[in-house]
């Protein structure tokens, strides 16, 4: 469920922000800017593509305490950027304007415009791209496994909410999706950033302060896991989900607390406060 959330949001923030620069292009009679527009997003998706597969051969490369300290920074690292994110798209909302200005100042160098251009697309795409590849990095790390078919589901159903809006001209409720997903995506940051810290005890570079509880006990005699384990029926899923950890230390269970509540108050005072014209 995470990775579909994650993949959902960042497709179409993708979506949105080509989308936006097409249909600006179009209207204003820059026609002739749509292939190098296309170009940018093509070398973005061959570029995130390979830093894809270069960064899982880095991350494959450490064992043992060095890949539970790399493990441990990463997952901070990830749950950081992502609480970002999620902060930084509540606080704009105008990026068609933005954007619009931004085609606009590339289109007045004539000398530069089709690198103007170019490089909105490509910075766009390639930007969302490695978000994608270290949130989903952050899934994997946490859940043991990443669903492609829960990714794919995500990413298609944003490129058809982008396609309804520049496409058809369906009016979308977007900011619905983004609300609803933000909230999910902040359990997500919490849970990334509490397993990072469980990395970093687990390897020795923090005290381990204690398990608070302990529900994690040996496979039951049939060789299932308990329904609330870190791979039981619920357990599984609200680890993915919500960062559940069957048996988190003092540190965990307060940090997972501390960036939660941060990050659901900043993005609750943003997103109900009064916007000035």
């Not at 795409?125 to 952050?138: A, K, N």
């Not at 990443?146 to 159903?157: L, N, P, R, T």
């Not at 909410?161 to 999706?177: A, D, E, S």
């Not at 469980?198 to 329904?227: F, M």
Request: glycine share 10%; proline share 3%; net charge neutral.
């Amino acid at each position: 469920m995470a990775e579909l959330l994650i993949c959902f949001r960042e497709v179409l923030e993708a979506a949105l922000i080509i989308g936006i620069l097409y249909t600006y292009l179009s209207k204003i009679g820059r026609k002739d800017m749509l292939p190098i527009l296309w170009r940018g997003v093509i070398a973005a998706l061959v570029l995130s593509l390979i830093s894809s597969v270069i960064f899982q051969i880095v991350a494959g490369g450490f064992t043992g305490q060095a890949e539970k300290i790399f493990e441990g920074v990463v997952m901070i690292i990830v749950a950081i950027v992502l609480g970002t994110m999620i902060i930084w798209m509540a606080n704009n909302t105008n990026i068609a304007g933005e954007l619009e200005s931004q085609a606009d100042s590339a289109l007045e160098k004539l000398d530069s415009a089709s690198w103007g251009i170019f490089s909105l697309a490509f910075i766009a795409v390639f930007r969302e791209g490695i978000e994608t590849v270290l949130f989903l990095y952050g899934v994997f790390v946490n859940q043991g496994s990443v669903s492609f078919f829960s990714s794919m589901i995500g990413a298609g159903a944003a490129l058809g909410i982008g396609y309804m809006i520049f496409v058809k001209g369906q009016r979308v409720p977007l900011k619905t999706f983004f609300n609803i997903s933000s909230v999910f995506l902040i359990f997500v940051a919490a849970g990334m950033m509490a397993y990072g810290i469980h990395e970093l005890e687990s390897a020795g570079i923090i005290a381990d302060t204690g398990r608070i509880w302990n529900v994690n006990p040996p496979v039951l005699p049939n060789g299932s896991y308990p329904i609330f384990h870190d791979k039981g029926a619920i357990g599984a899923i609200a680890k993915g989900l919500f960062g559940w950890n069957g048996d988190p230390s003092y540190l965990e269970v307060g940090i997972w607390t501390l960036t939660f509540a941060g990050l659901m108050v900043t993005w609750r005072r943003i997103t109900i406060a009064p916007r000035t014209v």
